[in-house]
């Protein structure tokens, strides 16, 4: 049985948008083409991608949660009515029967008006239906880079696979590339409005947007939360109980620290302004992380010994 987009995205349906968001982007790295190892890679990551479009939109949530409390969709529309339902999202068509009881095959929602106007009224009435444009719908995209392009910006190539609906109400996963323009000092989750990129216009109605929201990779040394730059750097046991000045190099370049005296593992020191460059620039936070130099010579075992007979009051064991 084919998954729900709730299955697929491995959340149950009360999961929060912050929690179907995660669950998204934690699947998007693992089967990205681009990067993942995984032979149904490609197949994984248009599903995902289906899923991701409807349930992280209120209003097609909404809707989907509809269609899967009410499975059999809709029938007995009047005499003659197409008879269908929903599996999953998936619209699926099981034939229409017209006015005159023959078994109509239909392609598209053109076709299908066209026999219900026929259909109605014993054939005495037409319906009749003026050709109405509409826009296509904004779609939406997100992207990892590297926070170096939060301080200095960049144009890059990106391919993406955005969700689209056809005409027949069926997802389809459309394959895009596209010259995108960074510009610094965009904030974790800020947005790239792409004007006509989105879903194509119907009957000759503008095209929609294309929203790509910026994320930057995280690593073991730094992570990024909104505009502000968390970065764990290693620094000796000596110039932290000394409070001594360091070189330290940052995503925005390097910089002279004064440390605290008496400095403790995991404290955190900010640096005012020097976070991602936006228009309200953010903080950089430096996290230390106090190294400890092995003792491999006797000169080092030497040293060590001495530090130990200089802190024989030192009890690290004792409860605080």
């Known amino acids: ?3 729900n987009y709730y299955e697929e995205l491995g959340v149950t349906r009360e999961a929060s948008a912050d929690e179907i968001k995660k669950a998204y982007r934690k699947l998007a ?3 990205h083409p681009d990067i993942s190892k995984e032979k ?29 409390d009410h499975p059999q969709g809709f029938n007995g529309f009047g005499q003659g009515a197409a008879q269908g339902g929903f599996d999953g999202a998936r619209f699926y068509r099981q034939g229409f029967t017209g006015g005159g009881g023959e078994q109509a095959d239909f392609s ?7 026999r219900f106007g026929a259909g109605f009224g014993g054939g005495q009435q037409q319906y009749q239906r003026q050709q109405r444009s509409y826009r296509g719908e904004d779609q939406h995209a997100s992207i990892e880079v590297d926070l170096d392009i939060a301080y200095h910006g960049s144009t890059q190539q990106i391919t993406l696979q955005i969700p689209t609906v ?12 596209l010259q995108v323009k960074i510009p610094k000092g ?18 000759g109605g503008a095209n929609g947007d294309l929203y790509i929201e910026i994320q930057y990779k995280d690593t073991d040394r730094v992570h990024v939360e909104g505009s502000d ?3 764990t750097i290693d620094v000796a046991p000596w110039e932290a109980a000394l409070g001594q000045g360091i070189e330290v190099k940052t995503p925005a370049g390097s910089l002279h620290v004064n440390l605290p005296k008496n400095a403790k593992q995991g404290q955190q020191l900010r640096l005012k302004d020097k976070g991602i460059p936006n228009k309200t620039p953010g903080h950089l936070y430096l996290i230390l992380n106090i190294v400890f130099p092995p003792a491999h010579s006797e000169k080092e075992k030497e040293a060590y010994q001495q530090l130990a007979e200089a802190f024989a009051s030192f009890e690290p064991r004792s409860s605080h």
């Open 1 to 3: 049985m084919a998954k």
């Open 29 to 31: 790295r693992k089967y």
């Open 40 to 68: 149904d890679a490609e197949e994984k990551m248009q599903a995902i991608n289906v899923a991701y479009d409807t349930l992280s939109n209120a209003e097609k949530k909404a809707e989907y949660d509809q269609m899967l």
């Open 108 to 114: 598209g929602f053109e076709d299908l008006f066209g």
């Open 166 to 177: 056809n005409v027949y109400g069926e997802p389809e996963v459309q394959r895009k590339t």
């Open 186 to 203: 965009m904030k974790e989750g800020q947005q790239i409005r792409l004007s006509g990129q989105g879903q194509s216009g119907i009957n």
């Open 229 to 231: 730059v968390y970065l």
